[in-house]
């Protein structure tokens, strides 16, 4: 049976409690089972990694194996990766357009949701649920008059596809923005108007810093739905002069003639580890963000 014991609490003077006892057979059981998973999750990065790190040739043979004095080439699979297959540059091109879309999605689908929130008419109504219904339409559905839309719109640059993404994010952002928007008092807004504040001032100023938990969760989202995305960058883009990481890794593949494995295991890793780096660092902001959002007001 578990006891709790009442420790008082030197910083706030308030009593802090703590559950003592054994652990259960369940709570093991659950433990390790949760571990099983974590581990089953984790192990493909793992496989990358070390495969990353062996010959071509003994990727497909030894692909559990660790690499051995035969396999092992050092980072000469990202030396190739690099120098042939251009993928600093690809990279760059990936960057500019991850920043730029997640830029315009949390700026233009914030306003986009204080102003359906706040202005209660069958427009915004209207508004509000064409973008939540966004979310239920296959990307399938669309993707054939997307690419000709896009190609009439002079829209196959990296800045072009900004506005593409734009308009698949806005479904999940506005959602998210106009769940946290109903729990902020709107006593906040009307005292900054009073004292002479426009209202974009309201919204720059007073909105945006209530905003930070759900700006950086859709952030971390968008961010890492566009970062590995190879369908829409390769239906809208001008792949002969610019590629993402997604498609580098697919030319590796079909269109030099060969299977280059290790140069795809480089670049898998190196693409990897800026994703799996920033949503380390940034979790814990994605439940707050939903949490935050889930309030009704």
Known sequence: MAKIQKTANTADKKPVYRVKGKPTAMGILATLFFTIISIIFVSPIIIVIINSLKAKTFISLETFELPNEHSYIGLDNYKTAITQYDFIKAVG?????????????????????????????????????????????PFQMVMFTLAGTADALHLTTPWGIVIVYLGFGTGLAVFMFCGFIKSIPLEVEEAAMIDGCTPLNTFFRVVIPIMKPTYISVGILEAMWIWNDFLLPYLVLDIKKYKTISIVVQYMKGSYGRVDMGAIMACLVMAIIPVVVFYLCAQKYIIKGVAAGAVKG
């Open 93 to 137: 091109w990936t960057v500019v357009i991850t920043v730029l879309s997640v830029a315009a999605i949390l700026l233009f689908c914030s306003m986009t949701a204080w102003y359906i929130t706040r202005v209660k008419n069958m427009v915004t109504k209207i508004i509000y649920l064409l973008c939540v219904f966004s979310m239920v339409i």
